[in-house]
C-alpha cells in the first residue's frame, strides 16, 4: 500500500491549490479517502473525507473553500483548495479509511505534502 | 468533541513504563484510536477501538478505556518508542484528534 501526495507548495493568500494523492496496493475504488492536516499550532485536524459513491464531509473551516474528489481510473483524492488563508498553512496527509463492521480507522497515511500560505 | 491528553510531555528511560491519558468531552464509547508520530513522519495506527493493536504493532503497546477516559500504556520502552503519541474520535464529525503527548528520554 502506497499514498504520494503532491501539490503542496507556497501561495499567496486569496490563492488556490489542488493537492493530489496517487495510490496503490489496494483497490482504490472500494475505500473511503481522507485528507488530514497538521499544523505546529492546531496539532492534527480532519479536514475532508469522500466515500466510494461521493458522499463528502467538510470540516467547518474549509466547507465553501475546500472541494475534495476522486478519480477511481487513476487511483487518485484531490483537495482543491481556494480562498486560502494564512491558517491553512498545514503538512496536508491522504489517509485510507479501513472499514469493519461497526468500526473504521484510518490505517494508511501518505508521507504529506507542505502548503505554505503567506504573501 | 474535544480531546484532552496529559501529560503534554513524560519524560522517561528506556525500559520503563508510560501510561498516557485521553479525556474526551463526551463519551465516545471505544470509537477512539491512538497514533505515533515520529519526526519527520505520518502518524502510524497503534491501537484502533480502544483496545485492539493495529498490525505489527509490538505486544508492549495496550489500550484500554471506553466512555470519555482512555489510556494508551507501553509496558517497557525501547528506544524507536520516542515519540508523539495522538489520540482520535470517530464517534461523530468533525473527527478530532488530541493535543499530542511527547514520549521522551
Known amino acids: 500500500v502506497q499514498l504520494v501526495e503532491s501539490g503542496g507548495t507556497l501561495v499567496q493568500p486569496g490563492g488556490s491549490l489542488r493537492l493530489s494523492c496517487a495510490a496503490s496496493g489496494f483497490p482504490f475504488s472500494t475505500y473511503k479517502m481522507n485528507w488530514i492536516r497538521q499544523t505546529p499550532g492546531k496539532g492534527l485536524e480532519w479536514v475532508a473525507e469522500i466515500s466510494q459513491t461521493n458522499t463528502i464531509y467538510y470540516t467547518d473551516s474549509v466547507m465553501g473553500r475546500f472541494t475534495i474528489s476522486r478519480d477511481n481510473v487513476k487511483s487518485s483524492v484531490y483537495l482543491h483548495m481556494n480562498i486560502l488563508r494564512d491558517e491553512d498553512t498545514a503538512v496536508y496527509y491522504c489517509a485510507r479509511r479501513l472499514d469493519r463492521i461497526g468500526y473504521y480507522y484510518f490505517d494508511e497515511w501518505g508521507q504529506g505534502t507542505l502548503v505554505t500560505v503567506s504573501p | 468533541i474535544v480531546l484532552t491528553q496529559s501529560p503534554a510531555t513524560l519524560s522517561l528511560s528506556p525500559g520503563e513504563r508510560a501510561t498516557l491519558s485521553c479525556w474526551a468531552s463526551?463519551?465516545?464509547?471505544?470509537?477512539l484510536d491512538w497514533f505515533q508520530q515520529k519526526s519527520g513522519q505520518a502518524p502510524r495506527l497503534l491501537i484502533y477501538e480502544a483496545s485492539n493493536r493495529a498490525t505489527g504493532i509490538p505486544a508492549r503497546f495496550s489500550g484500554s478505556g471506553s466512555g470519555t477516559d482512555f489510556t494508551l500504556t507501553i509496558s517497557s520502552l525501547e528506544p524507536e518508542d520516542f515519540a508523539v503519541y495522538y489520540c482520535?474520535?470517530?464517534?461523530?464529525?468533525?473527527?478530532?484528534f488530541g493535543g499530542g503527548t511527547k514520549v521522551e528520554i
Open positions: 463526551q463519551s465516545l464509547d471505544t470509537s
Open positions: 482520535q474520535q470517530r464517534i461523530e464529525w468533525p473527527l478530532t
